[in-house]
């Protein structure tokens, strides 16, 4: 079975909670978080955003459409859900602590289920090979550092385990939207990792996702050390900050898949807009692990 996509389903399982029954809130509130996430990712990726929602949606087919967007709201990236009963049958088992994503069950009280990366056992054909996983040698304290170093930039880094396993991590200009950023003004960027990923597959995603900072793909930064290119269409960005990472990674005993996505996304970019000069100051300042000479 492929996990592309792929939603479990079986017998509805009954919850009692006496008159404490677990129901989800007002229609309002429901639109408010969904209408209130597809905004926030509007601002990330632009129009792409739609097509994003409703393949979301096109993909959990099992699902009514409006519990596939409370699949979305509660766990972005999410690859299968199934209930536990489920999971149990093919072999695997939900892990302690994780957090269940709620969704409606017609006439009867809501229903529980578990996404992939919340659960642990038996291997799912195809998940494996995802672009996103990178393999390799890369110790704590190297990807601790990259941290710091994107922090002096005014980056901030912050892991996740709100995200499905395939959405390995988000870059925003906070800048762009002040009211994002309501905890930290001072902070203009932010990047979240999937905290559920290995440290190799961490360290990639945050090197593509600095990549798409530093390459200036969501907004100038304020000092001019690098310009706003935010303008540029989603497969160049995408490529330049995957060009990022896969130098980075290379450099730093990662091995990951970006190779071959590379080539995919040659076919859809503008080659005449790539700027090999942001690729590579971008990818220098993932590695410059001290303090930049610009800031001392």
């Not at 632009?46 to 459409?65: Q, W």
């Not at 809501?110 to 110790?139: C, Y």
């Not at 550092?145 to 925003?172: H, R």
């Not at 200009?173 to 999937?194: C, D, H, M, T, Y």
Request: net charge negative; hydrophobic share 40%; charged share 25%.
């Amino acid at each position: 079975m492929n996990a592309q996509g792929l939603l479990f389903t079986d017998e509805p399982e009954q919850h009692h909670h006496g008159q404490g029954e677990l129901r989800l809130a007002h229609f309002e509130d429901c639109a408010s978080a969904i209408d209130g996430l597809f905004q926030q990712a509007f601002i990330e990726r632009g129009a792409s955003a739609f097509d994003e929602f409703l393949n979301f949606a096109e993909k959990f087919s099992n699902l009514s459409v409006y519990n596939a967007m409370l699949v979305r709201v509660q766990r972005p990236g999410a690859s299968a859900v199934a209930s536990r009963k489920k999971w149990q049958s093919i072999g695997r088992r939900v892990m302690p602590g994780a957090i269940p994503i709620v969704i409606l069950q017609p006439f009867g009280p809501v229903r529980f289920v578990f996404e992939f990366g919340d659960t642990e056992g038996q291997d799912i054909v195809g998940e494996a090979d995802s672009p996103l996983f990178a393999t390799g040698k890369i110790d704590k304290k190297t990807y601790d550092n990259t941290i710091k170093a994107a922090e002096k930039y005014g980056v901030a880094v912050n892991e996740t385990d709100q995200y499905g396993v395939l959405l390995a991590g988000t870059a925003l200009g906070l800048g762009i939207r002040p009211e994002f950023n309501s905890a930290n003004p001072k902070v203009p960027f932010q990047v979240k990792v999937n905290k559920k990923h290995d440290l190799p597959t961490r360290f990639a995603t945050l090197a593509h996702e600095l990549g798409h900072i530093y390459c200036g793909h969501v907004g100038r930064e304020s000092k001019g050390r690098w310009p706003d290119r935010s303008t540029l269409d989603d497969a160049l960005c995408e490529m330049e900050a995957e060009a990022v990472a896969w130098l980075v990674c290379q450099r730093n005993g990662v091995t990951s898949r970006s190779k071959a996505y590379l080539s995919s996304l040659i076919e859809k970019a503008d080659l005449s807009q790539v700027s090999m000069y942001a690729i590579f100051e971008a990818a220098n300042r993932v590695e410059s692990r001290t303090i930049p000479a610009d800031l001392k």
